[in-house]
């Protein structure tokens, strides 16, 4: 089973994360490759390098970063191939978020289980 790890957050595009951070999720990469169920990883540039394209009432807008709530948005990435959502909850609580905070922010990993065909993720399309 493929799971996403969704790191939330947006980085600061005027302060680069720091070493610790960069050390400790570069470790965790290594701990998930030598475990052999790491398929997948990456950080995201801030929002503000981003865009979106918003699709509303039949026409589509672009709208430049950055972008607020930066809890809700994803700042990088690990794809696992596991044997369970357990699994990967696991590997999610091991993620070093914590050098991502400081005092009372939040860090998030967000599990999600990633369907491989339409078909996987929708059965009532039945095809």
């Not at 979106?52 to 430049?64: L, S």
Request: aromatic share 8%; charged share 25%; hydrophobic share 45%.
């Amino acid at each position: 089973m493929h799971f996403m790890l969704l790191l939330k957050g947006d980085p600061s595009p005027d302060t680069p994360p720091s070493p610790e951070l960069v050390d400790a999720m570069r470790a965790y990469g290594r701990e998930l490759a030598e475990a052999g169920v790491l398929l997948a990883s990456e950080g995201l540039f801030p929002s503000a390098h981003g865009a979106r394209v918003v699709t509303a009432n039949g026409r589509k807008t672009v709208v430049d970063g950055p972008f607020a709530e930066a809890k809700e948005l994803v700042a990088g990435f690990f794809l696992i191939d596991v044997k369970s959502r357990e699994e990967a909850i696991e590997w999610a609580s091991r993620c070093p978020v914590e050098y991502a905070v400081q005092g009372d922010q939040e860090a998030v990993v967000e599990v999600r289980q990633s369907a491989q065909t339409a078909e996987e993720a929708f059965p009532e399309l039945g095809r």
